[in-house]
């Protein structure tokens, strides 16, 4: 039976697995990590005697790889939200607070309505979206859409950022476009934040496991693939730090490792090679009663604050700054931050809390860097790439890895397809 080996158990990869289960050949999934889920992961923190998310993800309900990837694994109930668009926000700068509420169709008409929109806002300052939907592949954000001014301030930039993990004046304009259309531009319907319940291993990588297991497919964690032996413009073996792995001639590899992984497996692939950093805070306190799951800052170090029911966390995008920060005054910052979304009192000492620092959270979202990724097909005739890094029209984001995955997984399943019928 030919066998797909997919290399890396993050969401591409295991999209990608999932993708192919079930289709006639074996499914080999190889992680390094002893655990699957790469960036997208949980564990128990001993320090906050919780069970906490290595970052904090949000996905849109117009995910249309999210909705078919939950489907398949059955965990469609483990992303929770509101029932309509809705994004409340806090100005730290002066107190300002206000929701921002898209209708539910197509046709913008909440921006008519001056309790939906951001205050100080003006109908026509909304029409600079439209250039986001026409952007051409080398344009920066700043170069079509004015770096100020109240929407930018409270709107534009707290979301650009975090949609991109980028400082936004230097962002894809195509890229935030792309998000843009899958999203606000085809209404508030597509546009409802969902985050995982109870958190991302639960909701996002342990159904995906079970599936794959049911399926009778194979998983091998704590196996770190350190060559590609390569005779022919194929893929020969599979060099794994257990040992090397032979190839069958219909054989096929998904390659779904970091790109920094990639390039030195293959040397002369282009990547991304410029990054940003995440900065997550989780602390262990429970939210008010009725909290909203997710608040919107702007003028603080916190961009979003998530309310989960056991714990309050928050999420600071392109946080290079961040990095070298000291301990004590960073939590001290996110607390206060967190605690005015909140309406909780600051206090002189926060709650117990856990940093997250992830100095290369996704690659920086420029047009210089979109030019450097990579589509799924490698020149080898039996070895395709996923990744969020990987050309997928979007920024690094849930979505982008699990659509990257289903176009790998269909390229190795075509490329089966006709090795076999040429064989017959």
């Not at 592949?137 to 949609?163: C, F, N, T, Y």
């Not at 001639?249 to 390039?263: H, K, M, N």
């Not at 009725?290 to 989960?308: D, I, R």
């Not at 690659?363 to 450097?372: G, I």
Request: proline share 8%.
């Amino acid at each position: 039976m030919p066998r797909i080996h997919v290399v890396g158990a993050g969401l591409a990869g295991l999209s990608a697995a999932v993708a192919l289960a079930g289709r006639g050949l074996r499914v080999v999934l190889s992680e390094a990590a002893p655990q699957a889920g790469g960036r997208c992961r949980s564990y128990h923190d001993a320090q906050l005697g919780l069970t906490i998310d290595n970052g904090n993800h949000l996905v849109l309900s117009g995910n249309r790889a999210v909705a078919r990837y939950m489907a398949a694994i059955g965990a469609e109930d483990r992303l929770a939200g509101p029932g309509e668009a809705m994004f409340p926000f806090l100005d730290l700068r002066d107190g300002t607070r206000w929701t921002l509420r898209p209708n539910g169709g197509p046709l913008p008409w909440w921006v008519l309505a001056p309790g939906r929109r951001v205050p100080g806002t003006r109908i026509r300052d909304y029409m600079a979206l439209a250039r986001l939907l026409r952007a051409r592949s080398a344009q920066r954000i700043d170069a079509i859409l004015p770096s100020r001014g109240v929407l930018w301030e409270r709107l534009l930039q707290p979301v650009l950022v975090s949609m991109l993990n980028t400082p936004p004046e230097q962002g894809s304009a195509v890229l935030a476009g792309a998000v843009l259309r899958e999203s606000l531009a085809r209404g508030g319907a597509a546009s409802r934040p969902l985050v995982a319940v109870p958190d991302l291993e639960a909701a996002f990588v342990a159904p995906a496991l079970g599936h794959l297991r049911r399926m009778g497919e194979e998983i091998r964690l704590g196996r770190r693939l350190r060559q590609l032996a390569m005779e022919a413009g194929r893929v020969r073996a599979l060099g794994f730090a257990d040992g090397e792995e032979a190839l069958a001639p219909e054989d096929r590899v998904v390659l779904a490792v970091p790109p920094w992984t990639a390039a030195e497996l293959l040397p002369g692939l282009s990547v991304p090679n410029r990054f940003h950093a995440i900065v997550n805070a989780h602390f262990a306190t429970v939210p008010p009663p009725g909290a909203a799951p997710v608040t919107g800052l702007v003028g603080g170090t916190a961009e979003w604050v998530f309310a989960f029911p056991d714990r309050v966390s928050t999420t600071t995008s392109a946080a290079d700054a961040l990095l070298e920060q000291p301990q004590d005054a960073l939590v001290a910052r996110l607390w206060r931050d967190a605690a005015a979304a909140l309406r909780l009192p600051c206090g002189n000492d926060p709650p117990p809390c856990r940093i997250v620092r992830e100095k290369r959270a996704t690659f920086a979202a420029t047009p210089e860097q979109e030019a450097r990724r990579p589509g799924p097909a490698t020149g080898l005739g039996n070895l395709w790439l996923a990744g969020d890094w990987v050309a997928t029209g979007l920024p690094a984001t849930i979505e982008g890895a699990l659509r990257s995955g289903e176009a790998a997984a269909e390229l190795a399943l075509k490329g089966l397809m006709g090795a076999e019928t040429l064989a017959r």
